[in-house]
């Protein structure tokens, strides 16, 4: 089983992360993807709670599109090395990839993940295109180019200040995820700052 994992803080998740997940799957590059919400962000990010981002990804599960909470089992904060060693440790028979845009390589902000030598020998990246970020040849082998792949220009800051700002988000997120979301405001059981 080829598994690609789609790290987000889930913030809320939106359509880039479908689409993205889609493409991946028609293109045959893997066999699912398991979208992995973080339950405490390692760079200290304020997220809404992770019991709304959790019901958010499960929302946006499909057929080879999977919601995975495993961090909300590891203890402390989430750093993808964790991440990781779990999943080999729990599904040893699946070969793992992380998804991640071509931003993190040019600006080379991977060298900042803790035990980065460590995890580049666990896992395999597949490298999507985000705008702005043009890269040729990656010069790491632990990185993937997915030239026919795109990444979108979607993004939950977007989706965060729209709502704040009470402007349509219906293009932006999944009906299901857009319908809660609204939910959530009306009630006042999130409010965007």
Not at 59 to 82: D, F, H, S, V
Request: with cysteine; net charge positive.
């Amino acid at each position: 089983m080829r598994v690609a994992c789609l790290g987000t803080s889930a913030n809320p998740p939106h359509l880039g992360h479908l689409r993205l997940s889609r493409q991946l799957l028609k293109n045959k590059l893997v066999d699912e993807v398991w979208v992995i919400p973080c339950r405490k962000h390692s760079f200290d990010k304020p997220l809404l709670p992770w019991k709304h981002r959790w019901k958010m990804v499960k929302l946006m599960e499909e057929p080879g599109i999977r919601a995975c909470n495993i961090e909300k089992n590891i203890p402390g904060k989430n750093y993808t090395i964790k991440t990781v060693r779990f999943l080999r440790r729990w599904y040893p028979t699946y070969k793992f990839y992380w998804i991640i845009g071509t931003d993190i390589v040019k600006t080379e902000d991977y060298k900042k993940w803790k035990n980065w030598p460590e995890l580049k020998k666990k896992i395999k990246f597949l490298v999507v295109s985000r705008s702005g970020y043009k890269i040729k040849k990656p010069k790491d082998k632990c990185f993937s180019l997915l030239k026919n792949i795109q990444g979108s220009y979607i993004s939950s800051t977007l989706i965060r200040r729209r709502l704040k700002e009470n402007l349509p988000i219906e293009h932006l997120v999944p009906k299901k995820i857009a319908n809660y979301l609204k939910y959530l405001k009306k009630h006042n059981l999130i409010r965007y700052e």
